[in-house]
């Protein structure tokens, strides 16, 4: 909202027109714009709206067509995010615009690392080998899971199982959380706990911004406030061992913003979005806690001298994996976390969990 407040006056100006905005909680947003999409006219000519969402967004008419606007791709946009925006995803019209950069990153104590002479892992297996050295020691905790059931430990799961090259669906939708990738991977999450702990949110970041735990996922916000970071940070390792295949492991998750459907100020409203989305409002936004979507603001020299954290969500994001573009997304997280918590509590064996989570998200697909 202050990132918004901060640029819009100019454009106000140069429109004569006002811009109101209104700031909610991300459940409330979505609730009130899906409600106000069933209005012949909207109250909203622009709504934000969180990439998760996006899916089940797009299939319910709630954007309008940017293409058939007249909207042609911007390509100073990171790829990776302009891509959220199309319909169908990567390669359909463009509904929304990122409007902020958001990518899951790896999180570390700075301080516990030059103790003990660690360089930044380029792999899960590196990744363990910090955990098993420093748990126990002093006090210490290597390494600090998200575990919780539903969206918490697929979040904190799914960037591993990437780096392992495996995923939730194959490229014709068939569920392949049970593949030997899958059963690697959680086996390595498994020895995580192991050498670590299994934390909520605050306490993981608390843990490892004070020194009781050497490393995490997290998204930036967590630890990142204006141009300080509690800590050290870099892009989520993508091999699952030093010698292995890299692949593509950061969680992308932009904020979008789009034209609703039902907008009676179409016009007026994408001139607004395009420029709130410039470069030139980006670099403004950024004073206010902005996050940009646009590789020139990301690479802006005085912008990385105050705010050097932008390289590593640049980075971060160029190798970004979507999460599953199903509008059945909440509830495949669901029955996958609830099967993933079984393996890590020891209340499933790992075969067992996978096999049931497969047979739990067809079943949901096959609704």
């Known amino acids: 909202m202050d990132a918004i407040n901060s640029v819009k006056g100019a454009f ?8 109101e905005v209104l700031g909610l909680e991300a459940s409330d947003l979505k609730q009130k714009i899906s409600l106000d999409s069933q209005n012949k006219v909207g109250a909203y000519d622009l709504a934000m709206a969180d990439d998760p969402w996006m899916p089940e967004l797009y299939e319910a008419g709630l954007f309008a067509n940017l293409t058939e606007l007249g909207y042609t791709p911007d390509p100073d946009f990171v ?17 929304t615009l990122p409007f902020a950069g958001n990518v899951q990153l790896f999180f570390y104590n700075q301080k516990i690392f030059d103790d003990n002479n660690f360089s930044i892992p380029d792999s899960w297996e590196g990744v363990l080998e910090i955990a098993k050295a420093v748990h126990g020691k002093d006090g210490k905790v290597g390494y600090v899971i998200r575990g919780q059931q539903g969206n918490p430990i697929v979040s904190d799961y799914l960037p591993i199982l990437w780096a392992y090259g495996g995923n939730v669906f194959d490229e014709n ?4 959380v049970d593949s030997n990738e899958a059963k690697e991977a959680l086996e390595l ?27 995490s996922l997290g998204w930036p916000s967590w630890y990142i ?23 593509a492991t950061g969680m992308i998750g932009n904020w979008m913003m789009g034209v609703t459907t039902n907008s009676a ?13 410039s470069a030139e409002a980006q670099k403004t936004a950024a004073e206010f806690g902005g996050v940009p979507t646009r590789v020139s603001v990301f690479t802006d020299s005085e912008l990385n001298k105050k705010y050097p954290y932008f390289t590593a969500i640049l980075e971060g994001t160029e190798n970004s994996v979507i999460r599953p573009r199903t509008p059945l997304r909440t509830d495949i997280e669901t029955a996958y976390g609830a099967e993933l918590s079984s393996a890590i509590s020891g209340t499933k064996s790992i075969d067992q969990a996978l096999a049931d989570a ?9 609704k």
Do not use: Q
């Not at 790829?79 to 509904?95: C, F, R, T, V």
């Not at 498994?190 to 004070?210: F, P, Q, R, T, W």
């Not at 993508?238 to 295949?245: I, N």
């Not at 497969?358 to 096959?366: D, S, T």
């Open 225 to 247: 406030s204006g141009e300080t970071a509690t800590a050290a940070y870099a892009p989520i390792p993508g091999k699952a061992t030093d010698s292995g295949k890299k692949y």
């Open 173 to 176: 939708w068939n569920v392949i």
């Open 358 to 366: 497969k047979a739990a998200i067809e079943a949901i697909m096959n």
């Open 12 to 19: 106000e100006s140069e429109n004569n027109c006002i811009i």
């Open 265 to 277: 100020n179409k016009e007026l409203a994408m001139k607004f979005l395009i420029y709130v989305t």
């Open 79 to 95: 790829e990776e995010s302009l891509a959220i925006g199309m319909h169908p995803y990567s390669n359909g019209d463009i509904y």
């Open 189 to 215: 999450y498994i020895e995580l706990l192991e050498n670590g702990a299994n934390y909520e949110k605050n306490d993981i970041v608390a843990a490892v911004s004070d020194g009781k735990a050497a490393m």
